[in-house]
T-cell receptor
Framework: AQTVTQSQPEMSVQEAETVTLSCTYD???????LFWYKQPPSRQMILVIR??????QNATENRFSVNFQKAAKSFSLKISDSQLGDTAMYFC???????????FGPGTRLSVLP | GAGVSQSPRYKVTKRGQDVALRCDPI?????LYWYRQALGQGPEFLTY????????KSGLPNDRFSAERPEGSISTLTIQRTEQRDSAMYRC????????????FGPGTRLTVT
């Protein structure tokens, strides 16, 4: 069974600064995928970034990048040049390669301060 | 194109009544998921379908909950004899059938049982 842990219930960062959100996971699979989703106050769920476990290169999407450490089973999200609109809950999630069940972490509430 | 839609967006019902929540996935998406999400927590898996086949219903809390997707497109989550503890956001997501594909979430239905 997969598990996903986010050890930071809440974080804050000053606008324009950089912040890193932590995520660790546990899986017996060798092929799997990892995701970060953002949930702003509107409560919509928005995909931020996706990483294939077989790729060593860290995924990047504009100001968002990940630090994927496969051996350590760690998948942190770095947000650069934080903006007020980044204020949201952030959920880490995983799915086995041939599986269908997504497992979500408990979330980290990020507040970007002006 | 159109995203995942859910209806109603808000539902208030009296304890003991039945409710039906509808999800209309993105056209062409093979897989459809139902989640329940409490405020400040991550999505909790309920069930999912590939086409019209219900693949896993292990997350349904009890036999008052059921789901169907008879034609492999629109799905309905039904809660019979609602209880106050059923109050939550019910969220639907769909995805392509390919390995590692991300989920696209609907806006959710907020259910309140009084």
């Amino acid at each position: 069974a997969q598990t996903v842990t986010q050890s930071q219930p809440e974080m804050s960062v000053q606008e324009a600064e950089t912040v890193t959100l932590s995520c660790t996971y546990d899986t017996s699979e060798n092929n799997y995928y990892l995701f970060w989703y953002k949930q702003p106050p509107s409560r919509q769920m928005i995909l931020v970034i996706r990483q294939e476990a077989y790729k060593q290169q860290n995924a990047t999407e504009n100001r968002f990048s990940v630090n994927f450490q496969k051996a350590a089973k760690s998948f942190s999200l770095k947000i650069s040049d934080s903006q007020l609109g980044d204020t949201a809950m952030y959920f880490c999630a995983s799915i086995p390669g041939y599986g269908q069940n997504f497992v979500f972490g408990p979330g980290t509430r990020l507040s970007v301060l002006p | 194109g159109a995203g995942v839609s859910q209806s109603p967006r808000y539902k208030v019902t009296k304890r003991g009544q039945d409710v039906a929540l509808r999800c209309d996935p993105i056209s062409g998406h093979v897989s459809l998921y139902w989640y329940r999400q409490a405020l400040g927590q991550g999505p909790e898996f309920l069930t999912y379908f590939n086409y019209e086949a219900q693949q896993d219903k292990s997350g349904l809390p009890n036999d008052r909950f059921s789901a169907e997707r008879p034609e492999g497109s629109i799905s309905t989550l039904t809660i019979q004899r609602t209880e106050q503890r059923d109050s939550a956001m019910y969220r639907c997501a769909s995805r392509l059938g390919r390995q590692g594909a991300e989920q696209y979430f609907g806006p959710g239905t907020r259910l309140t049982v009084t």
